[in-house]
């Protein structure tokens, strides 16, 4: 059994589901685990399972969750050794990395700096340059109109316009033309500013038809291994639903280039923990171009871990205590397919509206190659305040048509009754022949939403 060196006890900062997926992997290599919860969320599953809870303030998360002070008082006061962020909320906010390691606690991520600059998007883009990795035509960062309208002229329409401390698809803007431009640049960047407390924003090419694929890294400050890619182009409003790993549409020349691109980059800032590097892939030329990347374990990691077999969330514990990585290159390898959903607490048919309320009551599906990454349980009540995400189903088979059978048999069986849920969108979409046979991209789903009447 593994003994930890350096972190005999693990506070974990955030909720949800990725709250309980942290403590279980903490648990398994022994470490004594550490939840905190709002007055929203008192009794959660992260509560229920960690071997210790904490009240972290009020519901709001800017008292909460977001409140940097309290969450390292409440680990120094139970006598943590360490700080999992998980994902959202400061999962990548150098600040607090930083005031977690002067406090004497260590971070389970990477350092401060590497947030700091792989965290903005536009120091991302110049390491990535540097790395000789692909980047796709864009600005440096702007703050007037005046330089838009001229970065703008260089780099042609259509075009997104970003905010550099963006993440999540948050914070992004398409225009047509220049019309547009004057009248979204300063709207974004405003935006910005009060969602990322950075107002800069730039321009970036944008490629309608392009596929969103990333590549997952792992490593410990010295070593770096990719494991592989993930197919992230199902989307809404620029937000993830859907993800499979691999993707369908690269073949085997395209894939190694794209896994030795991200890896380069990774190895050029001496990654540490877990991270993902996006990129839009154009599939009719077959390049690529880096986005950015996520100094963090993402939401998809799971499946991920299943075709790879590595738990990603244990590897990210031992290197933060102190162990150095455990694969080389050479012992990563593709097994299968898998694909997952995000259950969100959101009304499909009625333009997603927000579902908050009473689970009366949740069954899940068993059986081979399903698993399921969850907050939920009857009786639980989704509070209003935080990200409507519920659950993740994932499911997993020797190929990617097999896998696809597994889904619609767990979309079958699953149900979570009392409040509205994504589910009914799932059924659906995996029926439609494109999905089945990989043919989208990322304003595929909105499209076929428009033909299905939902919006």
């Known amino acids: 059994m593994y003994k930890p060196t350096n972190i005999q006890k693990v506070l974990i900062a955030n909720r949800g589901e990725i ?15 550490v939840a905190i919860y709002t007055d929203a969320d008192k009794g959660n599953l992260a509560s229920q399972c960690a071997d210790e809870a904490v009240h972290i303030g009020e ?3 800017y008292k909460s969750y977001l409140d940097m002070d309290k969450i390292i008082d409440a680990a120094k006061k139970v006598g943590a050794d360490a700080i999992h962020p998980g994902y959202g909320f400061l999962s990548e906010n150098s600040k607090f990395a930083r005031k977690v390691t002067e406090s004497g606690l260590i971070f389970v991520g990477p350092s401060s700096e590497i947030i700091e600059t792989m965290g903005d ?16 035509l864009g600005s440096d960062v702007l703050w007037n109109l005046e330089e838009a309208l001229h970065a703008a002229e260089i780099i042609g329409y259509p075009i997104a316009i970003k905010a550099i401390a963006g993440g999540g698809g948050k914070g992004i803007r398409i225009v047509q033309d220049s019309n547009e431009l004057q009248m979204q640049f300063n709207i974004a960047s405003a935006e910005a500013k009060a969602a990322f407390g950075n107002g800069g924003v730039y321009l970036e090419a944008y490629l309608p038809k392009a596929r969103h694929i990333e590549v997952q890294v792992l490593g410990d400050g010295e070593n770096v291994i990719h494991l592989y890619d993930r197919e992230c182009s199902l989307q809404r409003r620029r937000q ?6 691999p993707s369908p549409t690269l073949d085997s020349a395209t894939r190694e280039e794209l896994c030795q691109s991200a890896l380069k980059l990774a190895k050029l800032v001496k990654y540490k923990g877990a991270g993902t590097l996006e ?9 690529f171009y880096f986005l950015e990347m996520n100094t963090r374990i993402q939401v998809e990691h799971a499946i991920t871990e299943m075709i790879t077999g590595v738990d990603l969330v244990r590897e990210m514990l031992r290197i933060a205590d102190g162990e150095a990585l455990r694969f080389n290159q050479e012992d990563i390898a593709i097994r299968g397919s898998s694909i997952e959903v995000r259950i969100n607490a959101e009304d499909p048919n ?17 059986g081979a190659g399903i698993r399921i990454d969850t907050m939920l349980f009857n009786g639980r009540v989704v509070p209003p305040f935080y990200d409507s995400l519920l659950a993740k189903m994932i499911v997993y088979d020797e190929s990617r048509e097999m896998a696809i059978a597994r889904m619609n048999r767990a979309l079958k069986q699953i149900r979570i009754e009392g409040i509205k849920t994504t589910l009914p969108l799932f059924k659906d979409l995996f029926q439609d022949s494109d999905v089945m046979n990989g043919r989208y991209h990322i304003n595929f789903l909105e499209s076929w939403m428009a033909r299905q009447n939902r919006n």
Request: net charge neutral.
């Open 19 to 33: 709250a309980v997926r942290i403590i279980q992997a903490a648990q398994e290599l022994g470490m004594n685990t």
């Open 59 to 61: 519901s709001l998360a």
């Open 121 to 136: 998007k536009s120091q991302a883009i110049l390491q990535a340059k540097e790395a000789g990795v692909p980047t796709i």
């Open 240 to 245: 993830k639903i859907v993800e499979e790993a």
């Open 279 to 287: 990129f839009l892939y154009d599939e009719e030329r077959k390049k």
């Open 350 to 366: 009625n333009n997603f509206f927000p579902s908050p309320g009473k689970i009366s009551e949740v069954f899940y599906p068993t």
